[in-house]
């Protein structure tokens, strides 16, 4: 695959975006330096585009009782189970710069387990991890688990959605071989 290709597939972004979408990714270079590549890779359909950031946007960055860097921890221990290299490199650098520390962001990586997380957070992503890795064993107990560190109905609902959101992205970035913006390599690594 080519530098300048985002995905494997002959997709090509729409001539037509919206004014609304092009104001997006400008703001996405206005605050990052770069339009991320799974944008651009949903462009080629304005509509998928519209749902992918909305369901995106709602989930990461909406109200909820989780912390933004919370949310990223869930997104990389996730894709951490799939082995999505392109969801590892942005969520990772998303640790790192939340955190302000590139060693945690490293570590949800590799092996969140060697990371020194709260209880609370270590209950968290051993559901995120159990609930990519065999959703049909969820039950009860893991439920209850959550509650007993302090997390709400409401946040076991939010910490649920966004790994369920990162197990279906990690798959079409993987099946499609998207590849992430190279200057997630280098960011936020110094603390």
């Not at 709602?58 to 912390?67: N, Y």
């Not at 387990?113 to 039950?139: C, G, H, N």
């Not at 946040?155 to 649920?160: H, Q, T």
Request: glycine fraction near 4%; include cysteine.
């Amino acid at each position: 695959m080519s530098e300048d290709r985002v995905i494997a597939l002959d997709l090509e972004p729409e001539d037509d975006l919206t004014d609304r979408q092009k104001a997006y990714f400008d703001k996405c270079v206005e605050k990052l330096g770069m339009v991320p590549n799974v944008l651009k890779a949903y462009a080629f359909n304005p509509v998928k585009l519209d749902a992918f950031t909305a369901m995106y946007n709602d989930l990461m960055l909406g109200e909820s009782g989780l912390s933004k860097l919370e949310r990223e921890m869930i997104a990389v221990v996730c894709s951490s189970v799939n082995h999505c290299f392109y969801c590892l490199t942005a969520h990772g650098q998303a640790v790192r710069q939340y955190s302000g520390d590139p060693a945690l962001g490293e570590m949800m990586v590799m092996n969140y387990r060697v990371a020194d997380l709260t209880d609370k957070q270590r209950a968290m992503l051993d559901f995120a991890w159990k609930l990519t890795e065999m959703p049909w064993a969820i039950d009860e107990p893991d439920r209850q688990a959550l509650r007993d560190v302090g997390f709400s109905d409401r946040d076991i609902w939010d910490i649920a959605s966004v790994a369920a959101f990162f197990n279906m992205t990690n798959r079409v970035a993987t099946a499609t071989d998207m590849r992430p913006n190279p200057e997630y390599h280098g960011q936020n690594r110094q603390s």
